[in-house]
């Protein structure tokens, strides 16, 4: 590294000292969460204004310099450092927040242009001092703080393109190049004095990754932690990155930085930018910044867009709670950010969601393991140890025919490709690096995200250099032991991976159940607590194992496999289970139809046990449903280790069965594959659809149709019956998403053969006195299922039936952005949009996209359809959103017609809108009524009618002790004592009271049965110990505030522990009654009174979900849900024991009651235990602080989940309330006026605190109000 003497040192005196990093964080942080930032403006734009010449950019330090230096704008940090200083602090008085320093180029590889590569330290150092100095002279004047960002910029070089078309798998620069060119700016820009890293520009992720990598190994080598910004650049309206990448994708494949922000700049002008960034804004959990041009340059390369103009449309962002920093990038100015600060400083930050923990990956376009998905299938065909072809191919060096390999596996519907080189014959670092290159110049390929598959270090970290998406490691392990497993690790999430963990470790790998769990386990220990890696980032491989290969030992191998990932997923929380399915059917190679079947049937039984990922050929897989009933006997046998019925060995009775399914030359074979081609036409095309069948669905349609009255009635029919059942199928995990698009192949060939029937049939109908000269449509239409969505059989089913009918229809396909549809419909003058999608998530979409048509100042129809949507939905979340236009549901196709003429009719338009909206008010006031129909209170009020305590003639009762006390292994027959059974009934669906069920006329002999059978169990699990009930409960002295219950450190009240806040009815009242909070029941503070709360956590034991396991292994389900049930009363059972330990003894408050365990039922004693997440305290965050009293984890073996649920299962938690005259009630819904003191007192974000209070609002969230005003 360069250190040359610094032209600054005379004006700045020494480097400055490493700068704190957490404090800058806290302190960004705390300023993001008050207002919107400012970022500064451009550079260039400014340098432009001062017209340098040559001589100016050399200066005296560079003039002999051989190369020429104009264009070179980061020199002159060092030969012009006044005039960039005082660029600097303009930018500051014009309001900016944070100063960006001039170093966009300022990398080696980039300053190799200007000969300039020594000078690259010395830049970055000064650079980052010029900007301190500028913000320290504007602190001077106003006192407000600036922070300075050191930016990087994306050097002129991409890793993920090559710059030869002619040779794609070519690269000019590498990984390491940039990783190293990186660490020398970083080392620069710190010694300087950044606050801030800023990644900015990016329009090739991979080179990103390289500067958020180089940035990871100088933090730690420097002992210091900046806040990283991050900055993507959309380059054209296409919505991608020049590197191909949706936002989103982007977003995947770098929020392992965990920036300070995500975001976007340069390129486009706010306006185009806007649906990229609200695309940005609608996924990232972290703050969202936004710099964009002053517009597109003009002709002669000025940017046209005033500061008013600009301010303007970046206000919009503002408004709409997209943004958290605002600034300018080229052709921007001083007065430009002076407009946009102005424009948005009375508008609040965008409250940053929280977002479900689920795999996040990408490739070209964004993969998420949503719940939605039941099954994600890894392409297997681009691994030479599993695919003979591609080992072949790649062997020989035909890189051109291994690539249509991998196109074959997307288009076959994996999800993933896995990809590996491990072939002794090649050099298989090479090998991947060129694969992986070549893949990178394939769309449809590299659209989705890659498995980099090895069993050496070496080429997974070569292959991870190579990959700009978010990928997955296949595989690191624990057979080298802990150290080299958390290294490997660590840099795994260093290059922004996730992880597949194979079930292997010092002793070799696991082979049975109890291995599998122990390895996994302490893998997931180390890499969540060790290496820093999201649980949800985690794949667990407990390995598949050939079966059926007559060795004794092997026979149990498929049902280890499937208990353990049951077990895995059960005590895991978030992990994700995969294998090598083709492993399982190995003694069968050769066996396509008996290999077919077993993956089958053992995906069938792993899927419902956990496993949500499999390495498979996605083009061969069978439907469980439909193979042979004798074969599917057979693997049943044989996956679940069972003895045939009819006697033998399950290994024998399928080895007898090969011979006959082996390949397809057999006559019996062929005579089975046919015997359905005898049935009726409709069971027919159903079979060809769910089976992917083409071969004969032509023929089949067409007799259909010859017996149909229109060719429209056959789709209507027979087709749409079998594409129901196909979704039947899918829905219950018997089909996986291969199947479904080869289903939905078949429908469209059959669709398509149909086709110019239905167009004769049209022309027929004009031949009846139309006039059929120049063809008149009726109307143009454009038609997209929305962005995140694949489903469109619905869509072009209702395209091809209005097309029949004299519309032209404009079918944008799948997975639609808002903002192409938009402008398709603008440029091609539309006169109706119809949106489709199937996932819930698609609704969401459908209601931006038509907020989005209301901004934008449409007014033409907007249709909504598909199998998610309804007529409440969009007359209640739609509807209200695009007022300027109308919004219909339409159910199906064959009411599309009718709704369309309605809409472009002169005649019938206005009456038809006017019912609609008459309707749609009708339904969303119905819908509101049942949602909250009473009359409420402001808070004011409502507080004002809080229950009122006489304090004055009470002394609240001190606990035993202050503190916590916990409990291990209770006994289980004294809790036995407690339970309430009516519970347990109603978990098996039987409604009634206990013991009145046991004699109801109806319900009485299976309720006796059942109450039996628990009984029996419920001997065993007292007699052998099955559960050991943990608990906690603590005690601190309290008083109210307002709403708030303050918990102190002692009983002098000398310091604030922790504070509980309530929810308050706000329901009007009759008859005299309270409007109540929980802290109604706890004294005030300035009452004099010294009162106290306690709080409890307790659960029946971890041990239930092994037990369950164990009765599910021996197929019992019956008991495995029986004891999961009595767990739970377990549970419920030790809360009201302990609550009466704490009346009568721990807090002894009512040392004297004498009811039986059967009378507490109804709860008759003093004081009440409620619990968070329930209706006297429907907000389930507060068990965060309930938890943290507690220290739940430890104490109790109880923790949270993202979602504040408690895991185990069967516990309970919540706190105690001493005072006679506490009570049990709901909050009910809540006004506004609550939710937002509420807010301000948590110290929450407003939208925030609305999504958790959901359910209990009484009005419509701001964004939704806003949007409908």
């Given amino acids: 590294m360069s250190q040359n003497p610094s032209s600054l040192d005379d004006l700045f005196g020494p480097v400055a000292a490493k700068p704190d990093g957490s404090e800058v964080l806290a302190a960004l942080t705390a300023a993001a969460r008050e207002r919107i930032l400012i970022l500064d403006g451009a550079m260039g734009t400014q340098i432009q204004g001062l017209g340098f010449d040559e001589n100016h950019f050399r200066g005296d330090k560079f003039a002999e310099c051989a190369c020429h230096q104009q264009g070179n704008n980061d020199l002159l940090i060092l030969t012009q450092p006044k005039a960039i200083e005082e660029i600097h602090y303009q930018y500051a008085i014009a309001g900016a927040d944070i100063l960006e320093t001039n170093t966009f180029s300022s990398t080696s590889i980039a300053q190799a242009d200007y000969g300039m590569e020594d000078a690259v330290y010395a830049l970055n150092r000064d650079g980052a001092r010029l900007v301190r100095r500028a913000a320290a002279r504007a602190e001077q004047e106003d006192g407000k703080r600036r922070f300075v960002a050191g930016a990087l910029g994306p050097t002129n070089r991409t890793t993920s393109m090559s710059p030869d078309v002619n040779n794609p798998g070519y690269r000019a620069v590498t990984f390491d190049d940039l990783r190293l060119a990186y660490r020398e700016q970083l080392h620069g820009l710190i010694d300087g004095g950044a606050d801030i890293i800023l990644i900015e520009t990016i329009f090739d992720t991979l080179n990103a990754k390289a500067a958020i990598f180089a940035a990871e190994e100088i933090f730690l080598e420097k002992d210091v932690r900046l806040p990283v910004m991050i900055s993507g650049t959309i380059t054209d309206l296409s919505g991608r990155t020049l590197s191909g990448q949706t936002p989103t994708a982007f977003w995947h494949s770098v929020r392992h930085a965990n920036p300070f922000t995500i975001g976007l700049n340069c390129a486009l002008g706010a306006k185009a930018m806007r649906a990229h960034l609200d695309e940005i804004s609608g996924v990232a959990d972290t703050f969202v910044c936004a710099y964009p041009n002053a517009g597109l340059p003009n002709e002669f390369g000025q940017y046209d867009e005033s500061p008013e103009f600009m301010a303007a449309q970046i206000e919009d962002f503002a408004r709409d709670g997209l943004v958290n920093i605002v600034g300018g990038c080229c052709g921007s100015t001083p007065d430009h950010i002076r407009a946009i600060a102005q424009a948005v400083k009375k508008y609040p930050p965008r409250a940053v969601p929280d977002i479900e923990p689920q795999m996040r990956l990408s490739g070209l376009e964004p993969f998420t393991l949503t719940d939605e998905i039941p099954f994600v299938n890894v392409g297997e065909r681009t691994n030479v140890t599993g695919s003979a072809k591609f080992r072949k191919l790649i062997t020989a060096g035909d890189y051109a025919a291994a690539l249509e390999i991998a196109r074959d596996q997307v288009a076959n519907g994996a999800q993933i490709i896995d990809i590996n080189m491990d072939e002794g014959l090649i050099d298989s670092k090479q090998a991947m690096v060129c694969y992986l290159n070549l893949i990178a110049a394939e769309p449809d390929i590299a659209r989705v995200p890659v498995m980099i598959d090895s069993s050496k270090w070496e080429i997974i970290e070569a292959g991870l250099k190579c990959v700009q998406g978010k990928p997955l490691v296949n595989s690191i392990s624990m057979k080298e032991g802990e150290e080299a497993f958390l290294h490997h690790a660590k840099l795994v999430r260093a290059y922004g991976a996730a992880v597949v963990v194979m079930a292997f470790d010092e002793d070799g790998q696991a082979d049975t159940q109890a291995r599998k769990v122990e390895i996994c386990t302490r893998a997931y220990r180390l890499l969540t607590e060790q290496a820093g890696f999201p649980p949800e980032d985690i794949v667990f491989d407990p390995n598949i194992f050939a079966i059926a290969t007559g060795i004794d030992e092997h026979d149990n191998y498929g049902v280890d496999f499937i208990e353990a990932a049951r ?331 009718g709704v369309v003429s309605a809409l472009l009719s002169n005649e019938t338009r206005g009456g038809y809108v006017d019912n609609v909206r008459a309707e749609y008010k009708k339904v969303a006031d119905a819908h509101a009524r049942s949602e909250a129909d009473k009359q409420r209170l402001p808070l004011a009020k409502a507080r004002a009618n809080a229950h009122r305590i006489d304090w004055s003639a009470y002394v609240p009762p001190k606990p035993s002790f202050l503190g916590l006390k916990t409990f291990e292994a209770w006994d289980l027959a004294e809790l036995a004592r407690y339970i309430d059974w009516t519970p347990f009934f109603q978990t098996w669906e039987l409604k009634g009271r206990f013991p009145k069920i046991l004699d109801d006329e109806a319900q009485g002999p299976a309720a006796r049965q059942l109450f039996d059978d628990a009984q029996a169990m419920l001997k065993m699990i007292i007699a052998e110990k099955w559960f050991a009930p943990r608990g906690v409960i603590g005690f601190w002295p309290a008083n109210t505030v307002g709403d708030d219950i303050r918990l102190f450190t002692d009983d002098a009240r000398s310091r604030e522990l922790a504070t509980f806040f309530t929810l308050r009815q706000q329901l009007t009242k009759r008859d005299g009654k309270a409007n109540v909070a929980l802290s109604d029941f706890v004294a005030p503070l300035d009452s004099g009174k010294a009162d106290y709360l306690g709080g409890f956590i307790v659960t029946a034991g971890i041990e239930e979900a092994a037990i369950a396991e164990r009765f599910e292994r021996a197929n019992d389900d019956y008991s495995s849900i029986m004891v999961k049930a009595l767990a739970d009363r377990f549970a419920e059972a030790f809360a009201e024991r302990l609550h009466e330990k704490v009346r009568k003894e721990f807090w002894a408050y009512a040392p004297d009651e004498d009811l039986a365990p059967d009378e507490l039922i109804g709860e008759p004693y003093r004081g009440i235990r409620p619990a968070p997440g329930y209706p006297a305290q429907p907000d389930h965050t507060e068990k965060a602080t309930l938890f943290r009293l507690l220290d739940g984890e430890r104490n109790a073996g109880v923790s949270l989940t993202e979602s504040f649920a408690m895991w185990p299962g069967s516990s309970v938690s919540g706190i105690y309330l001493s005072h006679p005259e506490s009570y049990y009630f709901g909050v009910a819904k809540v006004e506004r006026d609550q939710v937002e003191d509420y807010a301000r007192r948590k110290a929450m974000p407003l939208a925030e605190v609305e999504r958790w209070l959901g359910p209990i609002l009484n009005y419509v969230p701001t964004p939704f109000a806003e949007a409908a005003q």
């Fill in 567 to 897: 077990q895995i997923t059960a005590t895991l929380p978030h992990v994700h289970i995969s294998g090598g399915v083709s492993n399982l059917s190995f003694s069968f190679r050769g066996n396509e139809p008996v290999r077919e079947a077993m993956h089958a049937v053992f995906l069938y039984h792993a899927i419902q046990a956990g496993m949500d990922m499999g390495i498979v050929n996605a083009g061969q897989l069978a439907v469980y449903d439909t193979i042979d009933p004798e074969l599917r006997e057979a693997c049943e046998d044989v996956v679940n280790n069972r003895q045939p019925k009819g006697g033998g060995s399950a290994t024998e009775r399928i080895l007898e069965l090969a011979e006959r399914f082996r390949g397809t030359a057999g006559k019996e074979a062929q005579e089975r594959d046919l015997a359905w081609r005898d049935w009726p036409v409709e069971p027919r095309i159903s079979h060809a659809l769910v089976n992917g069948i083409t071969e004969f669905i032509d023929q089949d349609t067409d007799e259909a149709r010859r017996a149909a009255l229109r060719p429209l009635h056959v789709i209507e029919g027979p087709l749409m019956a079998g594409m129901n059942v196909v979704g039947d199928l899918f829905g219950a995990g018997k089909m996986f998403l291969p199947q479904v698009v080869k289903s939905a192949r078949v429908m469209k060939q059959a669709v398509a053969g149909l086709l110019p029937h239905m167009e004769a049939e049209k022309l027929a109908n004009a031949a009846k006195g139309v006039d059929t000269g120049e063809r008149q449509i009726a109307g143009k239409i454009l038609m997209a299922t929305v962005k995140g969505d694949v489903h469109d059989i619905g869509k072009n089913i209702v395209g091809v039936v209005l097309a029949c009918n004299n519309y032209e229809i404009i079918d944008l396909g799948v997975m639609v952005p808002a903002a192409k549809i938009l402008q398709t419909a603008r440029e091609l003058k539309v006169d109706i949009i119809g949106l489709s999608g199937l996932i819930t998530p698609s609704l969401d979409e459908m209601a931006h996209m038509a907020a989005e048509m209301e901004r934008e100042g449409f007014d033409i129809p907007l249709l909504i359809g598909g199998a998610t949507t309804s007529r409440v939905h969009t007359a209640v979340k739609i509807h209200p959103r695009y007022i300027s236009g109308q919004t219909v549901y339409v159910a199906d196709a064959s009411r599309a017609v």
